[in-house]
């Protein structure tokens, strides 16, 4: 638990520099809005269907189903 526990806080760390980074491109140049909006939801998208893989090849779909809630609903 306490690797997967590091992973989780530097993915953090990284997410809230990427959102930086993001506000800082967008208030550069707005016009760059949907390009950014674009990159987040191909990473998320990309995140969900790697989630739904490893959920099937580990046969933990109930696992998968509390992260996706957990996403979406924050509980």
Known sequence: M?????RF??????????VDIS????????????EIVKLWQET???F????VKMSEKHQ????YK????TLIFGK
């Open 2 to 6: 306490e690797e997967m526990k590091k």
């Open 48 to 51: 969900l269907q790697y989630a």
């Open 60 to 63: 933990a779909k109930d696992l």
């Open 23 to 34: 506000f800082a491109e967008y208030a550069k140049d707005k016009s760059t809005k949907n």
């Open 66 to 69: 509390s992260i996706a809630r």
């Open 9 to 18: 806080e530097e993915a953090s760390k990284m997410l809230r520099q990427t």
């Open 44 to 46: 998320i998208n990309d």
